[in-house]
């Protein structure tokens, strides 16, 4: 399944499909973009990274896709389990002197068993 | 390793009070620390950046009287919540940057702030 980033939406999935969830960043110059996953009362944790000079980098289960021409970015999450269920952000590196991260509005994804 | 912690977990305090968050890295020397706060069901937003040794830069519209930011060392930054009101009640989550990793960011588990 897919979905757009906006105003914290969820995508339901079922267990074993491919996720794929999609973000679309503000700002040209942005020279880094980070994928975090927040479970319920904790803080984010880092997924997958990804430079502005890159247009795909590949991890264990997952992959970041960057478009710099419509300023887009997706996660794709192979064989999606019942642990991915979480809310996903990206993040992009905007000020690049500060390292400052402004982050998306975030996706739940809900797996089905 | 790039282990970050928080302390409290949680914290519930009175209006009027003032409470402190510590940030600490575990196991790195962090150049830059981040404080965020996020409302429920909302994405994380940047409260101000601390470099150890200097004075913390503010987001527009953050209060810098009124969330101080000290950075002690290295591997320390504390959040103080001063004359705390229901409105200030967030979870706040710190971030560390490795001093040799200046990409990467990592974060804190949060803290759970409740003024009542």
């Known amino acids: 399944g897919e979905s757009v980033g906006l105003h914290l939406p969820t995508l339901s999935v079922q267990e074993g499909d491919n996720s794929i969830i999609n973000c679309a960043y503000s700002?040209?110059?942005?020279?880094?973009f980070i994928w975090y996953k927040q479970e319920s009362g904790k803080g984010p944790q880092f997924i997958i990274d990804?430079?502005?000079?890159?247009d795909k980098r590949q991890g264990q289960r997952v992959t970041v896709l960057l478009n710099k021409t419509v300023k887009h970015l997706s996660l794709q999450i192979a064989a999606t389990q019942p642990g991915d269920s979480a809310v996903y952000f990206c993040?992009?590196?905007?000020?690049?002197?500060?390292?400052?991260?402004?982050f998306g509005s975030g996706t739940r994804l809900q797996v089905q068993p | 390793g790039a282990v970050v912690s928080q302390h409290p977990s949680r914290v519930i305090c009175k209006s009027g009070t003032s409470v402190k968050i510590e940030c600490r890295s575990l196991?790195?020397?962090?150049?830059?620390m981040f404080w965020y706060r996020q409302f429920p069901k909302k994405s994380l937003m940047l409260m101000a950046t601390?470099?150890?040794?200097?004075?913390?830069?503010?987001e527009q519209g953050v209060e810098k009287d009124k969330f101080l930011i000290n950075h002690a060392s290295l591997t320390l930054s504390t959040l103080t919540v001063t004359s705390a009101h229901p409105e200030d009640s967030s979870f706040y989550i710190c971030?560390?940057?490795?001093?040799?990793?200046?990409?990467?960011?990592?974060f804190g588990p949060g803290t759970r702030l409740t003024v009542t």
């Open positions: 700002n040209s110059a942005s020279d880094y």
């Open positions: 601390s470099n150890e040794g200097s004075k913390a830069t503010y």
């Open positions: 993040a992009e590196n905007m000020d690049t002197g500060r390292r400052a991260l402004t």
């Open positions: 971030s560390a940057t490795p001093r040799d990793r200046e990409y990467e960011q990592y």
């Open positions: 196991d790195f020397q962090a150049t830059t």
């Open positions: 990804i430079r502005s000079n890159m």
